[in-house]
């Protein structure tokens, strides 16, 4: 089962910048589609970025658009979120997660229950 790891995470003040990164072990990532998904405390958790097997169609979600970029690295096997212009109500975890291209020709973020294969996720804080 692909196995994905988050890294990049940390404190950082508004108007900042952070890099969050999914690598896969022991998978090629070259079958998947690729989310990044926030959680806050007492929220749901709600899609940021997706991006498709092939790497184009990126998604991102209305709160986001404009300050990050969601990526793929085919050589490294991996997939960044490049996050920008950081705002206090970005303080959450992010996750990546896996879709299968047999479930989504293209990564759609917004049917979370065909994402089966998560990070453990990483924490950001977006705060002076």
């Known amino acids: 089962q692909l196995q994905l790891v988050e890294s990049g995470g940390g404190l950082v003040q508004p108007g900042g910048s952070l890099r969050l990164s999914c690598a896969a072990s022991g998978f090629s990532l070259d079958y998947y589609g690729i989310g990044w998904f926030r959680q806050a405390p007492g929220k749901e958790r709600e899609g940021v970025a997706c991006?498709?097997?092939?790497?184009?169609?990126?998604k991102y979600a209305d709160a986001v658009k404009g300050r990050f970029t969601i990526s793929r690295d085919f050589d490294m096997n991996t997939v960044d979120l490049q996050m920008h212009r950081l705002r206090p109500e970005d303080t959450a975890v992010y996750y990546c997660?896996?879709?299968?291209?047999?479930?989504?020709?293209?990564?759609?973020?917004?049917?979370?229950?065909?994402?089966?294969?998560w990070g453990q996720g990483t924490q950001v804080t977006v705060s002076s």
């Open positions: 991006i498709s097997s092939s790497g184009s169609n990126p």
């Open positions: 997660a896996g879709v299968h291209i047999t479930v989504q020709a293209l990564c759609d973020m917004d049917v979370i229950s065909d994402f089966r294969s």
